[in-house]
C-alpha cells in the first residue's frame, strides 16, 4: 500500500511545461520555421491549397524526451484541426505515447485528443517514478503552432538521444501520412520505425502524391540518405505514365547515387465486388508494374517493391480504401526485407 501511495499522482498536480521541439523532435524531413511543419510553403511553391495544409501537419513526428514524472500531459496550440469522418480523433489531432519497456522495446504507453485549443490534455498518470525514456507522436493531420509537454513540477524532463538510424524519406498518399489509423503511431511507416529502426521522414500527403515535379524539389533539397515512394496509389495509370520517368529523372539528376525505391499500390478492398473500382486499381497497378519493370533497367539504384495490407479474407479495410491498424500492420511488414535489403546495398545497416 505504501508503494502503491507513492505512485498515485496527486489529484491537483501542478505542471511544468516544455516546448517539444526544444527536447528532440525527429522524423523532419527538413528544418522550417515553425518545427512541426514538415515543409516551408514559403520557400518551395506550386501546391494546391489543401497541399500547403498537409505539408503543414505533424504526420510522422515525433518527440523523444526522458522524464520521472509520475504523469505526462500535452498542451497545444493549434492553426488548423482535422475532423475527419474515416480516422479517429486522436490520430487526427491527438497524441500516442510510447514508453521503452525493461526489454528496450517500445510499448505503448497512452493516448488522447483533447480537442480544446490550449487545454491541458492528461495523456497518463500513476505511474511509478523511475525514469523513463519517452517517443511521442504528433497529430497525423492538423497543424500545431506549439506542443508543450507537461510534467509534475519538481520531475525531470530532458532531451532523448535518438536510436534510430539513417534519414530515409517517404513520400505517398493518405496511406503514408495514416489516414483510418487509431493513433498517430500506428500508421506503416511509424511501424516500420519501431519494428526496424530506421528512421522514416513522413511526405504524406493524403489523395496528392501524383507524382508532381515541386513535390520532386521538396525532396531533392532534403538531407537524405534514401528515399521510398508510395507513388502509385494517388494517380490514374495515364498520369503514372505521363509522369513516371521525369519524376524518376529530376531526382537522379540531382541525387544519383541514393536509393529510389518504389512500392506497389496495396489491392484495395474496395474492389471485392464494385467492377469499376476494379478496373481502375488493376489498370494502375497494370501500368506502375510495366513501367518499374523498364525503370529498373533503365536507371541506376531504382528499385520496386510488392506490398500487401490485407489478410488472406481481404477483411481489414476500415472504408474500402484505407486499411485499419491491422492493415497497416501487414504493409509495414510486407515491405520489411525488401526495404533492409536494398538499403544493405547502400552501405545502410
Known sequence: ????????????????????????????????????????????????????????????????????SSTISVQSEFGYMNHGENTMGIALRGYDLYIKDADGKWTYAASKADGRNRGNCVLIKDMDRTEKE????????????????????????EALESPFRHRVAIFGSSFTQGISVSRP???????????TGIQLLSLGCSGNCKLQP????????????????DAFSNPSAEMIKERLFPFIEKIQAAKPDIPLIFMQTIYRESRNFCTSSDRFEQAKQEMAASLMKEAVKKYDNVYFIQTNASDPSKDTSVDGTHPSDWGYMYWAKSIEKPVLKILRKHGLK
Not at 514559403?42 to 515525433?62: I, P, Y
Not at 511521442?136 to 493531420?141: F, N, T
Not at 503511431?185 to 519494428?195: A, E, I, V
Not at 525532396?219 to 540518405?225: G, M, Q, S, T
Open 134 to 157: 519517452c517517443m511521442l507522436y504528433l497529430p497525423i493531420y492538423s497543424e500545431e503552432y506549439s506542443v508543450r509537454i507537461g510534467v509534475e513540477e519538481g520531475a525531470t524532463i
Open 214 to 229: 515541386y513535390f520532386a524539389d521538396v525532396l531533392i533539397a532534403a538531407d537524405v540518405d534514401a528515399m521510398i515512394f
Open 185 to 195: 503511431g500506428m500508421s506503416y511507416p511509424m511501424q516500420f520505425m519501431r519494428n
Open 1 to 68: 500500500m505504501a508503494f502503491s501511495a507513492l505512485a498515485q499522482t496527486p489529484k491537483d498536480v501542478r505542471y511544468s511545461f516544455t516546448e517539444a521541439s526544444d527536447l528532440n523532435l525527429i522524423g523532419k524531413l527538413m528544418d522550417t520555421p515553425n518545427p512541426y511543419h514538415r515543409v516551408d510553403t514559403c520557400l518551395f511553391k506550386g501546391f494546391t491549397k489543401g497541399e500547403n495544409d498537409q505539408v503543414r501537419c505533424s504526420a510522422g513526428l515525433a518527440v523523444l524526451f526522458r522524464t520521472n
